[in-house]
């Protein structure tokens, strides 16, 4: 038996896809030094082994969601293989009006050690599409720090929401499809509710 493990072509595209999904101005410079490779043409290399033609057709088919993708891996643990056994994260039913996660004892399996506060939230519209898509399910850590750029879990009145973080004075969270859709955070006791970063996507293709 080889002492070498096969290394996995869906499982490389789907670490630099998931790279692109959290920071979309990823570079293939950023991407060799967060996958851990040597030199940049090892992130070419693989990318010739997908349908599309360089990284700038890849990274349009990932955030429009033609990219078909063969792992779920999280974005803090991208090194991490899916032997690993998972865990589970509770699925979120509602919201109390003081942003309390309502579950009902249905687990959502990640292979990531997510704080013990994360939960998982399936979308139940395509308004965020096509970032995101109605069944989608987010994985939500309330512990982890949003970083530029990155997708954050917003409380409203109404309903929970998706928005990317741009912090500052004030901080900005912006509708990922809608750029014009801007909202503020300003002062601690705004009418909405920064519940957590969105750490992980779980799509089903049928």
């Known amino acids: 038996m080889s002492p070498y493990k096969r290394v996995d072509t869906t499982e490389q595209l789907e670490r630099i ?3 692109i ?6 570079t293939v410079g950023e991407l060799k030094d967060l996958l851990g490779y040597a030199q940049e043409k090892s992130i070419y290399y693989w990318l010739k082994k997908s349908p599309y033609k360089g990284i700038r057709k890849f990274r349009q088919a990932v955030l429009t969601g033609q990219y078909n993708p063969g792992y779920p891996f999280p974005a803090e643990h991208l090194s991490q293989s899916a032997e690993t056994p998972p865990r589970g994260v509770p699925l979120a039913t509602g919201f109390s009006p003081q942003g309390q996660v309502e ?3 249905q687990l959502v399996p990640v292979f990531a050690d997510y704080s013990a506060k994360s939960f998982a939230y399936r979308l139940k519209s395509n308004d965020y599409f096509p970032t995101f898509s109605r069944g989608d399910l987010l994985i939500v850590d309330p512990q982890a720090k949003p970083s530029q750029g990155s997708f954050v879990f917003v409380l409203t009145e109404e309903e929970p929401q998706i928005h990317r973080f741009y912090p500052g004075t004030p901080t900005l969270l912006v509708h990922p499809v809608i750029p014009n859709c801007v909202k503020t955070i300003s002062t601690p006791d705004e009418e909405l509710s920064l519940l957590g970063s969105v750490v992980q996507l779980v799509r089903t293709f049928i």
């Open 17 to 19: 896809a998931q790279a």
């Open 21 to 26: 999904r959290i920071n979309p101005e990823i």
């Open 103 to 105: 579950t009902e004892g």
